[in-house]
């Protein structure tokens, strides 16, 4: 695992300053320009050296999606070119902000964290997204490079029909966002199933592995309950036209991205409730479990118990004892200790004790 720069840091700089903070990384920033309107749209992957922002006359919505931001310089020049406060430069470089919303003169601040579930290695993986969202430009900034789940929009986008043409950039990013919110259904989906597998395991034979595999469930359901506990607020505010740029044609979207965000967080509250019953019935079936295992040895050690007695009478080292030179004493002593331990056996089945 790569390693990762740390908040400490950043200890002692000034605020401002542009320190990537995040798993380190080497792979060339990926960015991606898509411009659009009702009449044409086009999309084309250019390097840092290449991208060239300068402003054009003709109309249309302007897209720069930057996979990776570990380049300071970059974001640098970028925010130089479309007037970004360097707080905003900051906080997209560090990766380990909290889910928000910030509203400056000419643009908007989103940070929202794009989520997967790795099924193979069965853990949630976490990339953060922020946004600048403008009059007539939208910027996404991703933590990774390895993808991400826009390729629905960016279809959408080349379709000519498609009412995201004729839209604004308030809608662009109403699209981006619901992506982002509808991916984290399929994460639940694939949590849930994990859960009902720990379910099974738990009604067999339930070890120390589920255990811990509980635990990671409930620490991944955490990560993902504060992903998604803030953005009610960012799209709360978007929908009721709290920011600017935001049309009234774009607020019943937003209003559904609210409504699937609360089934998110309903989703998570019931998991979260699953797990903990699951821990509780884990102990339970532990401590059943040990019950059983000492009420067999508890049986066994009183079983015993008046077999040492009569063992240890015939152990005395007497010299007068009549049994002792009696021709079927030791058969004897072995029929009484046969015939107490029948005796008691007998006894705890009626009871039920075994």
């Known amino acids: 695992m790569a390693s990762a720069r740390k908040r400490s840091e950043k200890s002692g700089l000034p605020p401002g300053s542009l320190v990537y903070v995040g798993e380190e990384r080497h792979e060339p920033v990926r960015v991606e320009v ?3 309107d009702l009449r044409a749209c086009t999309q084309r992957i250019v390097s840092p050296e290449e991208l060239d922002l300068t402003p054009r006359e003709e109309e249309g919505i302007l897209w720069v999606n ?5 380049d300071a310089s ?3 020049r970028i925010g130089a070119v479309f007037g970004l406060h360097e707080l905003t430069l900051e906080d997209i470089l560090n990766t380990e902000q909290r889910p928000k919303l910030e509203i400056y003169d000419r ?10 579930y790795d099924g193979g290695e069965r853990r949630l993986v976490h990339e953060q997204v922020s946004f600048i969202l403008g009059e007539k430009f939208l910027l996404s900034f991703q933590e990774g490079v390895a993808g991400d789940v826009f390729e629905s929009v960016r279809q959408r986008l080349r379709n000519e029909r498609a009412r995201i043409r004729s839209e ?16 984290y259904f399929a994460v639940l989906e694939r949590i849930g199933e994990h859960i009902s597998e720990i379910e099974d395991e738990l009604i067999r034979e339930a070890d120390h592995q589920t255990l811990q595999t509980i635990h990671q469930l409930k620490r991944e359901l955490v990560l993902l309950r504060k992903s998604v506990w803030p953005l009610r607020e960012i799209v709360g505010a978007m929908e009721r036209r709290e920011i600017p740029f935001v049309t009234p044609s774009s607020q019943p979207f937003l209003r559904d991205v609210y ?8 989703t998570l509250e019931t998991y979260r409730d699953m797990l903990s019953g699951m821990v509780d019935i884990y102990m339970s079936t532990v401590s059943n479990r040990m019950n059983e295992i000492m009420k067999v040895l508890t ?18 080292n007497f010299e007068h004892m009549p049994e002792l030179h009696w021709r079927w004493g030791y058969a004897f002593a072995w029929g009484i200790m046969a015939t107490v331990a029948l005796g008691m056996f007998i006894y705890f089945r009626k009871k039920k004790w075994m």
């Open 107 to 116: 643009y908007v601040f989103i940070v929202m964290k794009m989520l997967w």
């Open 168 to 183: 604004g950039t308030d809608f662009l990013c109403y699209t981006l966002i619901d992506a982002i919110v509808d991916h």
């Open 74 to 76: 970059l974001l640098e």
């Open 66 to 70: 930057l996979d990776g931001v570990h």
């Open 34 to 36: 898509i411009t659009y």
């Open 259 to 266: 409504d699937h965000i609360i089934q998110v967080m309903e």
């Open 299 to 316: 049986i066994i050690a009183t079983v015993f118990i008046p077999l040492t007695f009569i063992a240890g009478v015939y152990g005395m």
